[in-house]
Nanobody, 125 residues
């Protein structure tokens, strides 16, 4: 059974940092792309950053480039999202998702088959 468990969300002041973790189990990690998505109230779910576990290619949304860094520890079957210089507009529920794909880091929500429960990130001004 595929499982994705997010952790690391919380409340932080603007300019602060958080690191999200996505622990994956139930599948061969190297054969999957893993992504971070977020959804704010009243808005559509958007791709924040995605990574290919096989070739290491990454994608970042323009709104987070230079502030967020995605990384993968294949030995631990875990993907991280380091979020720095957080802004109030980063406030959302952040979801980890996975799709079986051995190439590319395309980051559209409809492409991803497996989803975690989400973790809340709140950035106060």
């Amino acid at each position: 059974e595929v499982q994705l468990v997010e952790s690391g969300g919380g409340l932080v002041q603007a300019g602060g940092s958080l690191r999200l973790s996505c622990a994956a189990s139930g599948f061969t990690f190297d054969d999957y792309a893993i992504g971070w998505f977020r959804q704010a109230p009243g808005k559509e779910r958007e791709g924040v950053s995605c990574i290919s576990s096989s070739d290491g290619s990454t994608y970042y949304a323009d709104s987070v480039k230079g502030r967020f860094t995605i990384s993968s520890d294949n030995a631990k079957n875990t993907v991280y999202l380091q979020m720095n210089s957080l802004k109030p507009e980063d406030t959302a529920v952040y979801y980890c998702a996975a799709v079986q794909r051995t190439y590319g880091s395309s980051c559209h929500a409809y492409e991803y088959d497996y989803w975690g429960q989400g973790t809340q990130v709140t950035v106060s001004s």
